[in-house]
């Protein structure tokens, strides 16, 4: 049954029940004054008044007994919907708090994905300023090499909550993205001897650019709305 059939199908329901209640009510109504002396002036109609008197009383607590287990039918029947409408309610409620929560975990799985990703740029790029600087002179590749550290210390606050958030089809990328860029980037931009140009290339442009594909590409499975 889908879930826009089923209100519609509800209310189908309470309305066979209203008329159901209608029907017997007007029964009860009859039951109680106008079908006794009927049907007793149809087959009684020349017996005495105390006859007649009695037939009717016997005729009127005959139909007025069909009419209470039919009261207590339809009771059991309006009690049963009652049930079934309160359960399929709370089924509706749990089942938009569970995906509330869900989509509440993937923009939070989102945003630690976006933190990691622009934390891994900016030591990138704090590691190529220091493998190239300006100027030699102490004072400013002093100043590299603090930025270099923060820049550092930031990716990997970053790729902490990844680990804590994150998805588990994630967690193997982030690590190889992080390491790499911790690891191969940001301790060799400094190195002695200096990498050959060819070498660094590799490094932070070939390597680096697949690394950060392969993360990315996981973020995005793992964000995808049909999960």
């Not at 009771?75 to 989509?103: C, P």
């Not at 089809?169 to 980037?185: F, K, N, P, R």
Request: hydrophobic fraction near 45%; include cysteine; aromatic fraction near 6%.
């Amino acid at each position: 049954m889908t879930t826009t059939g089923r209100p519609a199908l509800e209310r189908g329901h309470w309305l066979l029940l209203l008329i159901g209640l209608i029907v017997l009510l007007a029964y009860g109504d009859l039951a109680a004054a106008v079908l006794p002396q009927r049907l007793v002036s149809l087959t009684a109609g020349t017996a005495d008044a105390s006859t007649q008197l009695n037939a009717v009383t016997s005729t009127r607590a005959a139909l007025l007994g069909v009419f209470v287990p039919l009261v207590v039918l339809l009771g059991g029947i309006a009690a049963f919907l009652a049930y079934r409408e309160t359960a399929g309610q709370n089924r509706h409620t749990n089942e938009q708090a569970r995906q509330d929560r869900d989509e509440t975990r993937r923009l939070r799985r989102a945003e630690v994905y976006a933190e990691l990703l622009s934390a891994c740029q900016q030591s990138w790029k704090a590691a190529l300023e220091l493998h190239t600087p300006e100027r030699a002179d102490p004072d400013y590749v002093l100043g590299l090499l603090h930025t270099n550290y923060e820049k550092r210390v930031a990716m990997d606050l970053a790729h902490d909550r990844v680990r804590l958030l994150g998805s588990d089809e994630v967690q193997a990328s982030a690590i190889a993205l992080t390491m790499h860029v911790g690891v191969e980037v940001v301790t060799r931009a400094n190195a002695q001897p200096r990498l050959t140009e060819e070498e660094w290339t590799r490094i932070t442009v070939t390597d680096y650019a697949r690394l950060n594909r392969a993360f990315v590409n996981a973020t995005r499975g793992d964000l995808a709305p049909t999960r």
